[in-house]
């Protein structure tokens, strides 16, 4: 009697090992399963980020597409990159939506330098920034983790910003291997924003926050070469226009010699900013050197591009520079060329429009003056 009954105990614990062992077998195979996933996830969303870095449309455009692409992997009501302000003043790191400040804390402040030394993903209601107050304001914005956005050069980490994201859709807590994700996606983004930066510094003037001369070069070579090569292709008759504005601030050393240089830098940025507020999201627009400014303006032909001057025109003489107790306002003068019409390359086309500019000048200044045609020998 007792033989048999230890043989079944025998049987039943050899049974529930083999079972415990399978059990095992397939939670680390599970395990491995999801390691592979979240590795080639993470993969994927590097090199996509990696290749997006250089956003023609510029940076904010680019950490729009990080922003759906983390809310879209991984399922997340809220996504978003907190980076540093840009007006040169005091520096912080901001949130914006819908074109409005929602939060920001101070770039050297405890929530900043405790999320830098964390190394990696933490939540809001966990150390090490529970008790901080940006973190109950980040979650009173349905945000509930943030990761550090670390550059690490010369073996030291730089802050680039931070990754702020909302809470899982499927209403279950991020696991350990979440936040795990996060933290290394935070590197790649960090290491992407360096990068895009970099090439922002060397396509845009530094002063003015528009496009340089030698980006204004690439870019006009390549809209020509566009419309030469599409120009016809569908119908004998079709053309692609490519105009160009070519602008001047008029009597611009006179501001620079009555008010001093940081006035006339003042004087250059509002320009600037008229242009990029008025001008299409399309258009081009560069310091082409000095006070001078040019606008490549796609798919736009003469008549449109001597509306787009004139709008321009007006919206630069509507603008001033506050002065001690007054204002400074100015004019600009405008010359339009337009490919095929006037040339036939980037050369020829810059120097109509460099031509129809000095004609402004010369009839009186603050005006709008077209290229009349190619010259024939």
Request: some cysteine; charged content about 30%; overall charge neutral.
């Given at each position: 009697?007792?033989?048999?009954?230890?043989?079944?105990?025998?049987?039943?614990?050899?049974?529930?090992?083999?079972?415990?062992?399978?059990?095992?077998?397939?939670?680390?195979?599970?395990?491995?399963?999801?390691?592979?996933?979240?590795?080639?996830?993470?993969?994927?969303?590097?090199?996509?980020?990696?290749?997006?870095?250089?956003?023609?449309?510029?940076?904010?455009?680019?950490?729009?597409?990080?922003?759906?692409?983390?809310?879209?992997?991984?399922?997340?009501?809220?996504?978003?990159?907190?980076?540093?302000?840009?007006?040169?003043?005091?520096?912080?790191?901001?949130?914006?939506?819908?074109?409005?400040?929602?939060?920001?804390?101070?770039?050297?402040?405890?929530?900043?330098?405790?999320?830098?030394?964390?190394?990696?993903?933490?939540?809001?209601?966990?150390?090490?920034?529970?008790?901080?107050?940006?973190?109950?304001?980040?979650?009173?914005?349905?945000?509930?983790?943030?990761?550090?956005?670390?550059?690490?050069?010369?073996?030291?980490?730089?802050?680039?910003?931070?990754?702020?994201?909302?809470?899982?859709?499927?209403?279950?807590?991020?696991?350990?291997?979440?936040?795990?994700?996060?933290?290394?996606?935070?590197?790649?983004?960090?290491?992407?924003?360096?990068?895009?930066?970099?090439?922002?510094?060397?396509?845009?003037?530094?002063?003015?926050?528009?496009?340089?001369?030698?980006?204004?070069?690439?870019?006009?070579?390549?809209?020509?070469?566009?419309?030469?090569?599409?120009?016809?292709?569908?119908?004998?008759?079709?053309?692609?226009?490519?105009?160009?504005?070519m602008m001047d601030i008029d009597h611009f050393k006179r501001v620079n010699d009555t008010h001093g240089h940081p006035v006339g830098d003042a004087v250059l940025r509002m320009v600037a900013k008229a242009l990029r507020q008025t001008v299409r999201k399309s258009d081009v627009?560069?310091?082409?050197?000095?006070?001078?400014?040019?606008?490549?303006?796609?798919?736009?032909?003469?008549?449109?591009?001597?509306?787009?001057?004139?709008?321009?025109?007006?919206?630069?003489?509507?603008?001033?520079?506050?002065?001690?107790?007054?204002?400074?306002?100015?004019?600009?003068?405008f010359g339009v060329a337009t490919y095929p019409n006037d040339a036939g390359d980037l050369r020829g086309l810059v120097a109509a429009a460099d031509k129809a500019l000095y004609a402004a000048k010369e009839r009186g200044r603050n005006q709008v003056v077209a290229a009349s045609?190619?010259?024939?020998?």
């Amino acid at each position: 009697m007792g033989g048999p009954a230890m043989g079944d105990v025998a049987r039943d614990r050899a049974a529930a090992d083999a079972e415990a062992l399978r059990a095992e077998n397939h939670r680390l195979e599970t395990l491995v399963r999801k390691q592979e996933l979240d590795f080639k996830t993470l993969l994927e969303m590097a090199n996509a980020i990696n290749e997006r870095s250089l956003d023609p449309r510029g940076i904010e455009a680019y950490l729009i597409y990080i922003c759906n692409a983390v809310r879209g992997q991984f399922g997340v009501t809220k996504a978003h990159v907190l980076r540093e302000a840009m007006d040169g003043e005091a520096r912080r790191f901001v949130l914006n939506e819908r074109g409005k400040t929602v939060f920001e804390c101070p770039r050297d402040g405890e929530f900043a330098r405790a999320l830098a030394l964390a190394r990696g993903a933490v939540p809001l209601s966990g150390d090490p920034v529970a008790n901080l107050p940006e973190a109950a304001q980040l979650k009173a914005l349905d945000l509930e983790t943030v990761a550090p956005l670390l550059r690490f050069a010369d073996g030291k980490a730089e802050l680039k910003g931070v990754l702020a994201i909302g809470r899982r859709l499927v209403k279950a807590p991020f696991a350990a291997d979440d936040l795990q994700m996060f933290g290394l996606l935070g590197s790649i983004i960090a290491i992407s924003l360096h990068n895009a930066e970099l090439h922002r510094k060397a396509i845009v003037d530094n002063l003015t926050q528009v496009y340089s001369r030698g980006h204004f070069d690439l870019a006009m070579e390549a809209e020509i070469s566009r419309a030469e090569r599409y120009g016809g292709q569908h119908h004998s008759d079709e053309v692609r226009w490519v105009s160009l504005v070519m602008m001047d601030i008029d009597h611009f050393k006179r501001v620079n010699d009555t008010h001093g240089h940081p006035v006339g830098d003042a004087v250059l940025r509002m320009v600037a900013k008229a242009l990029r507020q008025t001008v299409r999201k399309s258009d081009v627009v560069s310091r082409y050197g000095g006070e001078e400014f040019a606008l490549i303006a796609p798919e736009t032909n003469k008549e449109e591009a001597i509306r787009m001057a004139e709008r321009l025109r007006q919206r630069v003489a509507a603008e001033a520079v506050a002065l001690a107790g007054q204002s400074l306002s100015v004019t600009a003068s405008f010359g339009v060329a337009t490919y095929p019409n006037d040339a036939g390359d980037l050369r020829g086309l810059v120097a109509a429009a460099d031509k129809a500019l000095y004609a402004a000048k010369e009839r009186g200044r603050n005006q709008v003056v077209a290229a009349s045609g190619r010259e024939r020998a």
